[in-house]
């Protein structure tokens, strides 16, 4: 087995995509005959969950993936971009490890949680819909599964046949800390307008060690290193929580306000 470097692209079209017309990803994909994905069960503050379908994203190489968060904050926008890469990739079979997963805080501070599930499948939009509902989610409503039935590009979980010994597990993940999905349940101006306080904000915690590199990944750029220390310009900070997935010293945490929290408990 050899282990392929992504760092270098090529853009590929894809006159069909109902988001994006052309992507430029790692030029391994179009070195290879088949792609099988292996994704790990998360939690994800912004999607709210990552696995087979969302792992595709690394097929995009370095900074271009902060740039799509940034042209592209909207949920459903995200979304459907995601769709189009899964579809033009179209992976031949989607595994995901659950044998320890992460709930709350994911993709990257979250706490680990024992599952003991594999789980794999020919279609990366199914696999993630059980994955959801194992989880203790209602796969249905997070933005790429919406999107995809809406699509038609998979069944709903009651229509997805079930095998192997692993098929009646449940469980109870805690959700992303991010509300991210209150945009989907309040007038858009409204969320436009209370987007500092419904949204979990990054803030730098004492073990920052003012490498920098949140900083110069930030799409927005948003951050930048004074005395050695991140500090954060919060009228530019879109809550794409790059910095919290790239920060090595895991000195990044997603602080909820109390308009967030209340807001939870009402919906």
Known sequence: MELVS????????YPS?????????ARPLTEVDKVISLAKMKT???MD?????KNLFGFIVGLGK???????????????????????VNPVLSIVDGIVGMEGKGP???????????????NCFAVDIVMAEMMGFNPE????????????????FAGIDLVGSGRDCRFSFAQPRSLNSLTDKIPKRLADLGRNQLTARPEIGDACIGCG????????QAMTVVNGRVQLDYDKCIRCYCCQELCPEDAVNLVEGHVLKLARRLL
């Open 141 to 156: 409503q997070t933005p790429v599964t919406a999107l995809a039935l809406e699509r038609g590009l998979t069944l709903p």
């Open 108 to 122: 990257r501070n979250g706490t680990p949680i024992n599952t003991g599930l594999m789980l794999a499948g020919i």
């Open 6 to 13: 992504f760092d270098t692209s090529v853009e590929i079209p």
């Open 17 to 25: 995509g109902l988001t994006l017309k052309k992507f430029t990803l």
């Open 66 to 88: 902060a740039q799509f968060h940034l042209r592209m904050q909207a949920r459903r926008d995200f979304a459907g971009m995601i769709i189009d890469l899964a579809n033009l």
């Open 49 to 53: 969950i990552t696995g087979a379908t």
């Open 213 to 220: 590199r949140c900083a110069n990944h930030c799409p927005p």
């Open 44 to 46: 994800h503050s912004f």
